[in-house]
């Protein structure tokens, strides 16, 4: 892997994702959806939320149809996700919130999207992010544990990791963030066992010192001459720059305009 962007969203339209929210907006824009399967995937794996999404808005895909639907029928069609009874619950809650208080609507704001129930700062960026396609960086486990591994930041908790990384990030990247990260954090950058010798990044990143894999190239150095990590040797001492670093996995040059997901180029 050369490149998150390159490899993950090669024409730069977050819609060409491959998380699950990406290929439900690729399928039908709407912010609705990305609401109610954001709540669908919490604490729960990704492949599980795509199935359980698909399922519910076969049958219910707007906030009056969930709000009127029976209780044990939202159950049977979101069971693939962890906690399907207390989440058809809340999707009940928050689709009578937006009828209550918005018309049935979405709100674009980050402010409105915190007052609604069950929504936090994650739900509320992910509903920005790709269901206006306004920049933010929601910020899940998988981002969080990317980002500090690529030194991009140092923080105990996704919620510190979005207040530094949109400290530190320039805004042209927040869009992409989540998925490129998120993809990486599955594929390669994995939270136990991270296949690192098929990471770039090995060169600046700071958990890899860590890994087995430097481990056994401090132990037996030809091995890594023989077989080096595509992202260079491990020569960590005295580096510096390593959020410059960082944001260099974010290639520019790849990104290009997107009428929906818009971001300038920088
Ligand atoms: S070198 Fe290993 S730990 Fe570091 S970013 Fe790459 S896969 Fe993750």
């Known amino acids: ?56 808005f076969a049958k219910y895909d707007t906030p009056q149809s969930i709000a009127d639907a029976d209780a044990a029928d939202l159950e049977r069609l979101i069971k693939p ?27 674009r704001t980050y402010e409105e999207l915190m007052e609604l129930p069950q929504v936090g700062p994650k739900t509320a960026n992910c509903v920005l992010v790709y269901g206006y396609g306004e920049p933010r960086i929601p910020t899940d486990t998988h981002v969080h544990r990317v980002s500090n591994r690529l030194g991009l930041v140092r923080t105990k908790s996704p919620e510190q990791t979005e207040q530094r990384l949109m400290r530190t990030v320039p805004k042209d990247y927040w869009l992409h963030i989540n998925e490129l990260f998120i993809r990486f954090g599955k594929d390669i950058c994995r939270p136990i066992g991270p296949r690192c010798p098929e990471c770039s990044f090995t060169k600046f990143c700071r958990h890899y010192p860590r890994t087995k894999w430097a481990k056994a190239v401090r132990r037996h150095p030809r091995a890594e001459r023989a077989h080096p990590p595509r992202g260079g040797t491990s020569g960590h001492e005295g580096r510096g720059g390593h959020v410059d670093d960082a944001l260099s996995v974010l290639d520019r040059s790849d990104r290009t305009s997107c009428p929906r997901f818009r971001h300038r180029a920088p």
């Open 1 to 56: 892997m050369r490149d998150l962007s390159r490899r993950y969203l090669p024409a730069g339209d977050l819609r060409e994702g491959g998380t699950a929210l990406a290929k439900i907006v690729a399928e039908r824009e709407d912010p609705f959806l990305v609401l109610i399967s954001t709540i669908l995937s919490q604490r729960t794996r990704d492949e599980k939320t795509e199935i359980a999404s698909r399922r519910l």
């Open 81 to 107: 996700v962890g906690f399907y009874r207390q989440k058809a619950v809340q999707i009940q809650k928050v689709s009578r919130a937006l009828l209550d208080r918005h018309g049935g609507s979405v709100p």
